[in-house]
């Protein structure tokens, strides 16, 4: 046979990259048809609310210009249509070059770019970053979905929202981009954004909907979500996770280790993981050599009954391996080679068990038991290591993660440990070869950890009140201040009025967007008011302009005094705050009836001035936006039922159970095992203490899997084929 050529081999190593490729830009005309599918649609929402816009209380050239707008995408919708389909298809590539190219994505390689990009673009990226927040919290599950999908196609263990090719602010940047080429008025080009609200705009729901069906249809996580999740995250303190290669590794060495060429007479037909059948012709003789096994088991299986069915002290102690002295203590010809191997890669998944740290000693000694009934298990089906779903398996894969919950206050009389002994006697004394056996203990434990779950939400629903009341405070602040940070980011804000904004009309937005779903007319009587404030001070060079403020005045101050009631500012600074305001109204009145056009453009260049120079101070520094590191990420990927160590003053670790996680993930709630005792964390506290390696998360999922891949690499089965493996 010959060897295989250098480019077969390049190509061969390209493959993991192409698929992944092929993967992620499917997704675009997928993306595309969708989005596409609901654009006529759209075009009349807009028109309609460009319509609206200029029969509102604006000045006459906002009226002008988005009457205007609205009756030229009335007349050429599917000029708008073809333009936002092709430009979407073509962002969207981009978006996937980039989350190829780089983990970081779309961000600057170099902060000195930032001074190449102008102050309109810079607001325009404020801008979508807000109003992309509410179609982002609609679709918050779905877009959580998808964002472990996409990880799970990179190989990665997690991204976030804004490394997401399909995030809400791509679409909101390309119909922005989309109106920018079709409307040739560069004045009317800042309209339509704002009116880029979720009523308006187009549902993107079913748009992710689709592209996580896509995937799934390739088997990308195809099933839930949540499980998977607390497996895609590894950093400090990684959470147990697999990676397809390394997980189809391991299963081609198991399958080269229990697949010898020499017939195995003990073996049973395994055709699920690809090992060979038994022939049929030595099936008398397989018969022969089974019955032998599992009459020497029984016998090891009654001896240790007597010895130590019970964790008390025996004879016998349940808190080591005893497996290879079955194996050196049986009659020649009792194992095959194959049989052998099982032993040796169950010992070590038994050793794996006494050695870990999180598993306390009492539960090691009950699980220690086990050793001779999951040994007959595996032998009678071999697919207990290449399953997880085996009962066997999944027996010790839940004894260690509910071990960890058990609380050493109550010792034995604890109802969990009381649980976890009966069944294990159960096994002991009951199984034979009755796989089912091991499924009725599992559904027992399951039981009972519902039923832990379902009274510790009883007990916490109070706390979990508090914490989401909390979280929609901190949320409605954030927006509050983005909606303020848009506008006085323009320099075009006078400085008393945008002191006053950015500390007491931020209180007056919060309350706003609290009240925002069952109020949602507040929000807009709040923004509102903000606007005609900031328009009062502006400077007013017509005579009309100035007859507009005259005649609005009495209304807007009556709201602004209302608004500022809610908050009960009532101290002097409200006086001072609106004895210029007054002053600054005056001074706007009294200018002279008639100016000329010099005059006119002499005053709109100061303007321009001014408000330049103004950015130019406010940007002066600015605040670079925070990327997710290792323990954003971690953070990210934890999950309600994970138990993780908080080190403590005196260096003791404090094992907590999370058992809670707010909507927006930005609030986390702890139990301790005897839950006593809850304490909440946000999601920044919850980072910076993995960044400074004060917490750890307490890996129990995939535990046999772990130690399956510790022994093929420590050596644990001692075989040419084994080497083989090894090598290969």
Known sequence: MSSPTIANTVQEKNLPQLWKSEILRGLTPVATRAVNAQLAAFSTRLTDALLALSLQNVDA???????????????????????????????????????????????????????????????????????????????????????????????????????????PAVFLAVMQQTWCEFNPDVESHPLVLPLFRPDVFIDLAPVVAVLNDALIAKNIVPGSVESYRIKKTEGNNPVSKKEPVAQAALSEQLRRIFSPPETRLSQAPMTTSGVSPVDMSNY?????????????????????????????????????????????????????????HAIDLLSTIFESVFVDQHIPNEIK????????????????????????????RRLIELLTAASIG????????????????????????????????????????????????????????????????????????????????????????VAF???????????????????????????ESAIKTMDDLIWSVKPKITMQERKDLISKLPSMLAMLNKWINVVKWADADRLQFFAELAECHASIVRAPIELSPERQLEIAISVAKKSAERRLEKRANPVPEPVADDSVLTVEGLQRGMWLEFLQKDDVAKKVKLAWVSPLRSLYIFTTTDKQEAFSLSAEDLAQTFRENRVQVVVVDGFVNRALTKALKDGAVNDENMSQAASA
Not at 76 to 84: E, I, M, W
Not at 453 to 478: G, H, M, R, W, Y
């Open 61 to 167: 050239k906002t009226a002008y210009l988005s009457a205007h707008a609205s009756n030229l995408l009335k007349n050429n919708a599917y000029a708008f249509q073809h333009l936002a389909s092709a430009g979407l298809e073509k962002i969207l590539q981009n978006e996937i070059n980039a989350i190829e190219d780089s983990f970081t994505f779309n961000l600057k390689k170099c902060d000195g770019d930032l001074s190449l990009v102008s102050y309109e673009e810079m607001d325009n990226k404020v801008l979508i970053s807000t109003i992309s927040r509410p179609l982002e919290m609609a679709i918050s599950d779905q877009l959580a979905a998808l964002n472990i999908r996409i990880a799970s196609v990179l190989n990665r263990e997690s991204i976030t929202t804004a490394q997401n090719p399909f995030r």
């Open 284 to 340: 008398a003789l397989a018969t022969a050599a089974s019955s032998q096994l599992f009459s020497y088991l029984a016998q090891c299986q009654t001896r240790m009954s007597f010895q130590g069915g019970s964790v008390e002290p025996a004879t016998h102690n349940h808190n080591a391996v005893f497996l290879p002295s079955i194996k050196s203590q049986a009659p020649k010809g009792t194992f095959s080679q194959v049989d052998e």
């Open 365 to 392: 000694k009950l699980i220690g038991i086990l050793q001779v009934p999951v040994l007959k298990a595996a032998l009678i089906d071999k697919e207990f290591f290449f399953k997880e779903e085996h009962p066997a």
């Open 406 to 493: 058990w609380n050493p206050k109550k010792g034995q009389d604890d109802p969990l440990f009381q649980l976890i002994k009966s069944n294990v006697d159960r096994v002991e004394r009951e199984f034979d070869q009755e796989i089912s056996l091991f499924s009725d203990v599992i559904s027992d434990l399951e039981s009972y950890v519902k039923k832990e779950d379902d009274e510790s939400a009883k007990v916490l629903s109070e706390p979990i009140s508090k914490a989401l009341k909390q979280e929609n405070f901190i949320q409605a602040t954030k927006c509050a201040k983005e909606e303020i940070t848009v506008r006085i980011g323009t320099g075009e804000v």
């Open 497 to 523: 009025v945008e002191t006053f904004l950015e500390k007491k009309w931020v209180s007056v937005l919060t309350i706003a967007y609290r009240l925002k779903e069952d109020k949602p007319q507040a929000l």
